[in-house]
């Protein structure tokens, strides 16, 4: 757990990624590793419409990801669909509608999530991994923070688990 206080852009970023300061959590694990192992599971790039700039207002189009977050509390063990984590004017979000866009390369052949550190977004950044389809937090600057009655403390470990998911 990073931070819960608004504004959020991000989900998730790298293991010290440049967006942390925006993100709700940091996965250890490098934007590599990440986009790998959603490769490995079945997650397919070339089936994805990406936004073609962060703040696209553009339903993105991809294959559906289910994200599920989990933590201990007190000997039991917590868990949550992501956008649970997430609240809207200290209103609690209830939307997953995630979807697989595999980042984007540079002319040079750099992969961006690398650069940026962006592995789960929801303000539609091309740099992502995955993004929210139709991006959580476009139009709602400020808005989005953690959901501070489910979210355990900042510095809590988790565990981030994605699935390929039919898309609804």
Request: with cysteine.
């Amino acid at each position: 757990m990073l931070r819960r206080e608004p504004p959020l852009e991000y989900f998730a970023v790298s293991r010290g990624g440049a967006k942390g300061y925006e993100s709700l959590l940091e996965l250890d694990a490098t934007a590599y590793e990440f986009n790998l192992s959603c490769i490995l599971i079945g997650f397919d790039a070339s089936k994805s419409k990406s936004s073609k700039f962060q703040f696209d207002t553009s339903v993105l189009e991809g294959q559906g990801v289910r994200i599920e977050v989990s933590w201990k509390t007190d000997e039991r063990t917590e868990s949550a669909p992501a956008s649970h984590l997430l609240s809207a004017g200290g209103k609690p979000v209830d939307d997953d509608g995630w979807v697989y866009i595999g980042s984007m390369l540079q002319g040079d052949g750099q992969f961006m999530a690398a650069q940026s550190g962006a592995l789960i977004g929801f303000v539609h950044d091309p740099t992502s991994v995955i993004e929210h389809a139709h991006g959580l937090g476009i139009g709602n600057y400020g808005l989005l923070g953690g959901n501070e009655a489910l979210v355990p403390e900042e510095g809590a470990p988790l565990t981030v688990s994605i699935e390929l998911a039919a898309r609804q």
